[in-house]
């Protein structure tokens, strides 16, 4: 019995085995580390994806409750920026005072955010109300001001004269800087 194989057969049998040998050896030898890599990665991804997610929400919560504060506090901020101006300060509120004066008080060693005035004035008046309605302008003006106790209140016969001191809170430091190295310009 003669077994009749031609030479095509044997030529496509060797090279479907060489095949079947190639493919098992790059499936063992590349696929199935890559594989094991794969899944590791994608646990990682997973876990990166989870915390990008949860950094996204904290970022948008922090940036809706900026916005919220902002549009509640535009009064605030932009009294915040203004230059504060002891003319335009005594010449607003004047009307309360028969006598307002504003001078600087040098602290600039202790208080570097904010300057500090000492108010002094003098009013003919039998009880301080004028001074409660000065207080509200103050809350009103375009200003941060803190006005520091005490309120010192001495009698002159009809005259009532006051003496405080204020703290003019205003971001003058960057202002400053940007002003003096423009004008060098």
């Given at each position: 019995?003669k077994?009749?194989?031609?030479?095509?057969?044997?030529?496509?049998?060797?090279?479907?085995f060489?095949?079947?040998?190639?493919?098992?050896?790059?499936?063992?030898?590349?696929?199935?580390?890559?594989?094991k890599?794969?899944?590791?990665?994608?646990?990682?991804?997973?876990?990166?994806?989870?915390?990008?997610?949860?950094?996204?929400?904290?970022?948008?919560?922090?940036?809706?409750?900026l916005?919220?504060?902002?549009?509640?506090?535009?009064?605030?901020?932009?009294?915040?920026d203004?230059?504060?101006?002891?003319?335009?300060?005594?010449?607003?509120?004047?009307?309360?005072?028969?006598?307002?004066?504003?001078?600087?008080?040098d602290?600039?060693?202790?208080?570097?955010?904010?300057a500090?005035?000492?108010v002094?004035?003098?009013?003919?008046i039998?009880?301080p109300t004028?001074?409660?309605?000065?207080?509200?302008?103050?809350?009103?003006?375009?200003?941060?001001?803190e006005?520091?106790?005490?309120?010192?209140?001495?009698?002159?016969?009809?005259?009532?004269?006051s003496?405080?001191?204020?703290k003019?809170?205003?971001?003058?430091?960057?202002?400053?800087?940007?002003?003096?190295?423009?004008?060098a310009?």
């Open positions: 019995m077994i009749n194989i031609s030479r095509q057969h044997i030529y496509l049998m060797a090279l479907s060489f095949l079947f040998i190639f493919v098992l050896v790059f499936s063992f030898g590349v696929l199935i580390p890559q594989g890599e794969y899944r590791i990665k994608r646990v990682e991804l997973k876990k990166l994806s989870k915390e990008l997610r949860a950094y996204k929400n904290l970022h948008s919560e922090t940036a809706q409750t916005q919220d504060l902002r549009s509640k506090n535009r009064s605030i901020i932009t009294a915040f203004a230059t504060f101006n002891p003319e335009r300060f005594e010449k607003q509120n004047k009307q309360y005072f028969s006598s307002l004066k504003v001078k600087e008080v602290f600039s060693k202790v208080e570097d955010q904010f500090i005035y000492e002094n004035t003098t009013s003919e039998s009880s004028n001074f409660y309605k000065f207080l509200d302008a103050v809350n009103k003006s375009d200003w941060m001001i006005v520091n106790f005490p309120i010192d209140f001495k009698r002159d016969g009809e005259m009532i004269k003496s405080f001191k204020m003019v809170y205003c971001n003058n430091n960057d202002t400053n800087a940007t002003a003096s190295s423009s004008e310009k």
